[in-house]
């Protein structure tokens, strides 16, 4: 027990694991083990149980686990309040939180209320697929707000890391099995299903507006409209 309290001092931040040695050559993670067996199976002293508890002695570190992975979730969370952990991600350094939340996806219908309702109070995205899709279509109004001219182009990464016009085109391909209310929330905001027609659409109107401006010529060979634009290119094709 003493040698516990010691540990614990220079890792107040974890418990022994199962056959974890503390100090060298003495078996502190089995001794451990050994008192949670002994409450299950014989009458464990009174006193002895009372000082464990004393230190908050997980007796049950499954549960202790979860608590703390969940912990750690939330702390992610407060860290990057975009997202959510990739299945191999590590959070903190060496502690596989992004495999704890899939374990927690396939084990959904056999879990605990209270814990479900944790999770649930957080916005866990227990269909991460869902998830991400809604994610995306978010990062996309976004940028139509900042880019209000234009849509992504096929590699556009918004915000950087995310591949966003990649995730355009792969809407345009599956769109005739797209479930429709994610269509109709693409067409709610005027999504371009054909970009080469949006294209060809976008630049009559600029070639509209360009004569309005100059109407005694046409755009020469190179010339842009709007700046940026190659309006003469568009022409000439």
Same mark, same amino acid.
């Given at each position: 027990?003493?040698?516990?309290?010691?540990? /614990?001092?220079?890792?107040? #931040? *974890?418990?022994? &694991?199962?056959?974890?040695?503390?100090?060298?050559?003495?078996? @502190?993670? $089995?001794?451990?083990?050994?008192?949670?067996?002994?409450?299950?199976?014989?009458?464990?002293?009174?006193?002895?149980?009372?000082?464990?508890?004393?230190?908050?002695?997980?007796?049950?570190?499954?549960?202790?686990?979860?608590?703390?992975?969940?912990?750690?979730?939330?702390?992610?969370?407060?860290?990057?309040?975009?997202?959510?952990?990739?299945?191999?991600?590590?959070?903190?350094?060496?502690?596989?939180?992004?495999?704890?939340?899939?374990?927690?996806?396939?084990?959904? /219908?056999?879990?605990?209320? #209270? *814990?479900?309702? &944790?999770?649930?109070?957080?916005?866990?995205?227990?269909?991460? @697929?869902? $998830?991400?899709?809604?994610?995306?279509?978010?990062?996309?109004?976004?940028?139509?707000?900042?880019?209000?001219?234009?849509?992504?182009?096929?590699?556009?990464?918004?915000?950087?890391?995310?591949?966003?016009?990649?995730?355009?085109?792969?809407?345009?391909?599956?769109?005739?099995?797209?479930?429709?209310?994610?269509?109709?929330?693409?067409?709610?905001?005027?999504?371009?299903?054909?970009?080469?027609?949006?294209?060809?659409?976008?630049?009559?109107?600029?070639?509209?507006?360009?004569?309005?401006?100059?109407?005694?010529?046409?755009?020469?060979?190179?010339?842009?409209?709007?700046?940026?634009?190659?309006?003469?290119?568009?022409?000439?094709?």
């Amino acid at each position: 027990f003493e040698h516990l309290k010691r540990f /614990r001092a220079v890792h107040p #931040d *974890r418990w022994p &694991k199962g056959t974890e040695e503390y100090p060298a050559a003495n078996r @502190l993670g $089995s001794w451990c083990i050994t008192q949670r067996l002994m409450l299950r199976r014989v009458p464990y002293p009174a006193d002895r149980k009372a000082k464990l508890d004393a230190i908050s002695f997980p007796w049950d570190p499954l549960e202790d686990l979860w608590a703390e992975q969940f912990q750690y979730l939330n702390a992610f969370r407060v860290e990057y309040p975009d997202r959510w952990p990739s299945a191999q991600e590590e959070f903190p350094p060496g502690n596989k939180l992004g495999q704890w939340c899939t374990n927690l996806r396939h084990v959904k /219908r056999n879990f605990p209320a #209270d *814990r479900r309702s &944790k999770l649930n109070a957080i916005s866990f995205p227990w269909d991460p @697929l869902k $998830s991400n899709w809604m994610e995306q279509i978010d990062y996309l109004k976004r940028f139509r707000k900042e880019h209000a001219d234009r849509w992504p182009t096929a590699t556009e990464e918004f915000p950087p890391g995310n591949n966003l016009g990649i995730w355009c085109d792969h809407q345009r391909k599956l769109r005739s099995r797209l479930p429709n209310d994610r269509r109709s929330e693409l067409d709610t905001i005027s999504f371009p299903w054909d970009p080469s027609e949006s294209t060809w659409t976008k630049q009559f109107e600029y070639l509209k507006q360009f004569r309005e401006d100059h109407p005694d010529r046409w755009p020469i060979g190179k010339e842009e409209y709007p700046s940026g634009n190659r309006l003469g290119s568009w022409c000439i094709s």
